[in-house]
């Protein structure tokens, strides 16, 4: 291996194993060497094993050696610490599981170590998720590598900062509210949140069942096609997994995109987004239009009531999903407590932290008797508003565009006292979740304090193809992907 | 709709976590902006909507009746707080 660019993408990393210009193993260890010198200034990795970690990149060399044609043989990938991965600690950011060994591999895991792919570590995050800036983990918070001095996004903080610093060619995260997409978008990255069911759920920490979804973060659509061929797949173990054939996501990335009709919701251009990320997404969107591409002006009247309801349905079902954290079969157990009840309480006062707590709380009083039907049943009743809101809205286009956050990267502390201004960087993210239809988020362009600007792309269900297609167009006319931390 | 203190000391309860009088102040203030914000659902009229649980609106998945898992109990309980000979320990419950 000559000097390898750790900000290489997954496909030129590929190439490069298939020409034997380089071995998995000189890869793994290109990036451990990166990560050991930069995780103590970006904190982006909450654990790294270098045995595990070579051991996997050997037997990846050993296997192309005999013959093996797996699609990402040897290429390496960085896992969001949610994941379980047999003899690895996941701690979900969270002091609750600080000392827990999985001992099982999640499926998504599974899926693209049968690819070949090698695991790096396990990266920092929101604890359970919960959170827009990566500032809830128990393992402290992520530097975003463009500005040390801002927020990552989150909840999947630390691996979007892994591959913006070259940390790491790729990543997995989870979105549940858009936690894949806007830190994609704050640290200049491609990041999709598939349709839900495409990746299963098995092995993936809980915390909103109905909206939890798998996905991939790189520097490419391309990146992320191929990610997607890895990961997704019909698996029994999870209940809502679609049973359908495996398809490639790669196939369409090369059709022009003449004929593509875009929808803009007025509800994502109005007030409340910045006026410089408006004009990056409007001039991203001429370079959509100069590909061949039509925009048609739409309305999505129900999906203001997004975050309301997600603040309900998230809440309930992490109320839900978090009781098994009780102090006795795995966790946190608190050293003093005077009888069972005393123990659970205690252990759960001290093993979670405040945002987690309070989302416990919200989530136990929405589904307490009396007020089930005013919260619950009435924010189901919104989602298939929303839902149909988009219904409608693919009677006149393919995709729906719009910004992925309404601000970009903000600084340490700017919104951590504040739930509510946090959870409104949610905004435009939260109803893909809420209707489990495919988005994602690329770069395309920068707003006045060079802060990084998403392209936001909701699709119609199992649409990713066509997503993907129209990124990689986008991203074969513009350089915005290109570009990377000087780190 | 306000939460009173007597509210976040029930439903702590109901979550089995246990609150100090300075977090539920805390908790109280905090979820009084949350409830403001899940309130503008109220706004909408959704009488004769069926409500969604979820995304795909799919039925669950029969499966055959048949031993799919292995006893792993060792290593399961390698995680747990206090295990001993295959139970986990807690406090004394029945006196």
């Known amino acids: 291996m000559s000097v390898w660019n750790p900000f290489a993408t997954v496909a030129e990393t590929k190439a490069a194993l298939d020409r034997k210009q380089v071995s998995a193993s000189e890869l793994a260890e290109h990036y451990l060497a990166r990560a050991e010198a930069l995780n103590p200034t970006l904190n982006a990795y909450v654990t790294l094993d270098r045995d595990k970690t070579l051991a996997e990149a050997r037997a990846a060399d050993a296997r192309r050696a005999s013959g093996d044609t797996a699609a990402l043989l040897g290429v390496p990938v960085a896992h969001k610490d949610i994941y379980l991965i047999d003899g690895w600690r996941t701690t979900c950011g969270s002091r609750m599981l600080e000392n827990f060994v999985a001992p099982y591999t999640s499926t998504v895991v599974a899926n693209m170590a049968a690819a070949g792919m090698v695991t790096l570590g396990k990266l920092n995050m929101d604890e359970f998720a919960m959170g827009s800036s990566n500032e809830t983990s128990y393992f402290g918070t992520v530097k975003n590598p463009w500005d040390l001095t801002r927020v990552p996004g989150g909840s999947s903080g630390g691996s979007a900062a892994a591959v913006a610093a070259g940390l790491a060619p790729a990543s997995t995260g989870t979105d549940t509210g858009g936690s894949i997409r806007q830190p994609a978008m704050f640290c200049n990255l491609t990041g999709l949140k598939p349709t839900y069911g495409i990746c299963s759920r098995y092995g993936i920490i809980a915390f909103a069942s109905s909206l939890d979804q798998a996905g991939p973060f790189a520097r490419t659509a391309e990146d992320c096609a191929l990610l997607l061929n890895a990961m997704a797949g019909f698996d029994p173990h999870d209940a809502t997994s679609l049973d359908r054939p495996r398809e490639d996501y790669t196939r369409n990335l090369a059709r022009p995109l003449a004929g593509l009709r875009i929808g803009l919701p007025r509800e994502f251009f109005g007030e409340g987004v910045a006026p410089d990320i408006a004009r990056a997404v409007d001039a991203a969107l001429d370079v959509y239009r100069k590909l061949g591409a039509t925009t048609v002006e739409i309305s999505l009247p129900n999906v203001k009531y997004s975050v309301p309801a997600y603040y309900v349905v998230a809440p309930a079902e992490a109320s839900s999903n978090l009781s098994r954290f009780d102090g006795v079969r795995y966790g946190h157990r608190a050293e003093r407590y005077d009888d069972l009840l005393d123990l659970y309480k205690k252990s759960r006062a001290e093993g979670f932290g405040a945002e987690v707590k309070r989302r416990i709380l919200i989530g136990t009083y929405v589904l307490s008797h009396g007020y089930y039907d005013a919260y619950y049943l009435q924010a189901g009743k919104l989602r298939r508003l929303i839902a149909e809101d988009f219904k409608r809205a693919y009677e006149v286009c393919d995709l729906v565009m719009g910004p992925t956050a309404p601000e970009s990267a903000f600084a340490f502390g700017a919104k951590s006292d504040d739930p509510v201004k946090m959870y409104l960087n949610d905004i435009f993210t939260i109803c893909a979740n809420l209707t489990g239809q495919p988005a994602m988020s690329h770069p395309c362009g920068v707003d006045d304090s060079g802060q990084h600007v998403g392209m936001h792309i909701i699709g119609n269900y199992l649409d990713e193809a066509r997503m993907l297609n129209a990124a990689h167009q986008f991203q074969r006319a513009t350089d915005w992907h290109t570009r990377h931390p000087s780190i | ?95």
């Open chain 2, 1 to 95: 709709m306000s939460l009173t203190t007597q509210d976040i000391e029930r439903i702590a309860h109901l979550a089995r976590i246990a609150v100090t009088p300075s977090d539920v102040t805390d908790v109280q203030a905090k979820l009084a902006g949350i409830f403001q914000l899940i309130d503008e659902m109220q706004a909408v009229d959704t009488r004769g909507v069926e409500p969604m649980s979820h995304g795909l609106d799919m039925v669950l998945r029969l499966r055959e009746d048949a031993v799919t898992e292995t006893n792993q109990r060792d290593k399961f309980q390698r995680n747990a707080p206090a295990a001993a000979d295959g139970y986990y320990l807690v406090p004394k419950v029945i006196e």
